[in-house]
């Protein structure tokens, strides 16, 4: 059974950058299309972006389009999400999930597998 362990989360000020990683224990995940979710307090969790096996298709939420990239190191069986010029409304526990399939989706629904969070602070 996968295990996702998310890391790289802190406290950064506004306008930094910060790289999340998602590893994997457990069978390969090569196959298999990933995503970044997000919950900020007292909100719902959220799509971030999404990443299909290969690494070739990728689709992200408009609130990070164009400063955030999803990829992945199937070797490492590890998926990153990297995130630049970051707001304080980007402040939130930072989830990786799995999919069941190949592809890419952005509904948390399509995912079976969940890591158990790392959070980012971005101060103003």
């Known amino acids: 059974q996968v295990q996702l362990v998310e890391s790289g989360g802190g406290l950064v000020q506004a306008g930094d950058s910060v790289r999340l990683s998602c590893a994997a224990s457990?069978?390969?995940?090569?196959?298999?299309?990933a995503g970044w979710f997000r919950q900020a307090p007292g909100k719902e969790r959220e799509f971030v972006g999404s990443?299909?096996?290969?690494?070739?298709?990728?689709v992200y939420a408009d609130s990070v389009k164009g400063r955030s990239t999803i990829s992945r190191d199937n070797a490492k069986n590890t998926v990153y999400l990297q995130m630049n010029d970051l707001k304080p409304e980007d402040t939130a526990v930072y989830y990786c999930?799995?999919?069941?399939?190949?592809?890419?989706?952005?509904?948390?629904?399509?995912?079976?597998?969940w890591g158990q969070g790392t959070q980012v602070t971005v101060s103003s």
């Open positions: 457990g069978p390969p995940i090569g196959n298999y299309g």
């Open positions: 990443i299909n096996w290969s690494g070739r298709s990728s």
């Open positions: 999930a799995l999919r069941g399939n190949s592809g890419t989706a952005i509904s948390a629904g399509e995912y079976q597998r």
